[in-house]
Nanobody, 115 residues
Framework: QVQLVESGGGLVQLGGSLTLSCAAS????????MGWYRQAPGKEREFVGT???????NYAETVTDRFTISRDKAKNTVYLQMNSLKPEDTAVYYC?????????WGQGTQVTVSS
């Protein structure tokens, strides 16, 4: 059974940095892509960024040049390095993997940026 466990969220001040991690277990073959989404209060879940098995990355315009996604294939883990955080980055961040024919989601981790 595939499970995703996220960690690294918390409270940070304007301009600060955080790194989120998401470890996948129950993995037998290669994960096609790993990524992050977020959902702010009262808003729909939105795409943040993704990284493919080959290492190609794609980011939402709102986070480009501030956020960096990386992955450790051996550990089936994806990271989200967030710099220059803004109050509008406050949200629950969800890990997502594309594995086989399915998408799997983590439980979410709260990121709060104070001004």
């Amino acid at each position: 059974q595939v499970q995703l466990v996220e960690s690294g969220g918390g409270l940070v001040q304007l301009g600060g940095s955080l790194t989120l991690s998401c470890a996948a277990s129950g993995i037998i073959f290669s994960i096609r892509a790993m990524g992050w989404y977020r959902q702010a209060p009262g808003k729909e879940r939105e795409f943040v960024g993704t990284i493919t098995y080959g290492g190609s990355t794609n980011y939402a315009e709102t986070v480009t040049d501030r956020f960096t996604i990386s992955r450790d294939k051996a550990k089936n883990t994806v990271y989200l390095q967030m710099n220059s955080l803004k109050p509008e980055d406050t949200a629950v961040y969800y890990c997502n993997i594309q594995y086989g024919r399915n998408d799997y989601w983590g439980q979410g981790t709260q990121v709060t940026v104070s001004s």
